[in-house]
T-cell receptor
Framework: AQKITQTQPGMFVQEKEAVTLDCTYD???????LFWYKQPSSGEMIFLIY??????QNATEGRYSLNFQKARKSANLVISASQLGDSAMYFC???????????????FGGGTRVLVKP | SQTIHQWPATLVQPVGSPLSLECTVE??????LYWYRQAAGRGLQLLFY??????ISSEVPQNLSASRPQDRQFILSSKKLLLSDSGFYLC?????????????FGPGTRLTVL
């Protein structure tokens, strides 16, 4: 079963407008973390924002905010005031609490490509 | 501040040739290190991770191997490359390894096997 689902393969957004990228996840753990990464055409994965399963408030980082709905198991990324430089792939990822002592896996969704139009 | 380097940036290799990709981290000690592979237009697949020198865990059985000869050095190798090994290889580091800890990625190596 897929643990992280991003249903939007691609989106267009007008410059200066806001865009919401969907992410749903599946876990039976109570303790987990949700991450969003940006991957521009250069390929580097850039960390954007984090939300913990016990965090009661939605995370915000500058123009990025995370709409966390725990009961629905969704963690949507909102980018406000889109800029041309926001054009990239965006990946949602999850880390679960692992019992194993060694390492902790980050599971990625398939990504959403965002193109910002001037 | 911490930085992570990968080299080479791009690589074109024939089928059956060996492979060595290197990842080094600066500005931190005792990080957890990860190798991921990304096929074109897809998400990331975890290949190996390491919590210390000489400690390697494999997530996917294949013809690739990893080694960690030094605290901040992580190497991905193969004795004989397959066409299916083509992809974008990303190294990542973190401190802690808990579910609240963030992984930070290097610039990646784009490998094409012909």
């Amino acid at each position: 079963a897929q643990k992280i689902t991003q249903t939007q393969p691609g989106m267009f957004v007008q410059e200066k407008e806001a865009v919401t990228l969907d992410c749903t996840y599946d876990t039976s753990d109570q303790s987990y973390g949700l991450f969003w990464y940006k991957q521009p055409s250069s390929g580097e994965m850039i960390f954007l924002i984090y939300q913990g399963s016990y965090d009661e408030q939605n995370a915000t980082e500058g123009r990025y905010s995370l709409n966390f709905q725990k009961a629905r198991k969704s963690a949507n990324l909102v980018i406000s005031a889109s800029q041309l430089g926001d054009s990239a792939m965006y990946f949602c990822a999850m880390r679960e609490l692992m019992i194993k002592a060694a390492g902790n896996k980050l599971t990625f969704g398939g990504g959403t490509r965002v193109l910002v139009k001037p | 501040s911490q930085t992570i380097h990968q080299w080479p940036a791009t690589l074109v290799q024939p089928v059956g040739s060996p492979l060595s990709l290197e990842c080094t981290v600066e500005g931190t000690s005792n990080p957890n290190l990860y190798w991921y592979r990304q096929a074109a237009g897809r998400g990331l697949q975890l290949l190996f991770y390491s919590v210390g020198i000489g400690q390697i865990s494999s997530e996917v059985p294949q013809n690739l191997s990893a080694s960690r000869p030094q605290d901040r050095q992580f190497i991905l190798s193969s004795k004989k490359l397959l066409l299916s090994d083509s992809g974008f290889y990303l190294c990542a580091w973190e401190l802690g390894g808990g579910y609240t800890d963030t992984q930070y990625f290097g610039p990646g190596t784009r490998l094409t096997v012909l």
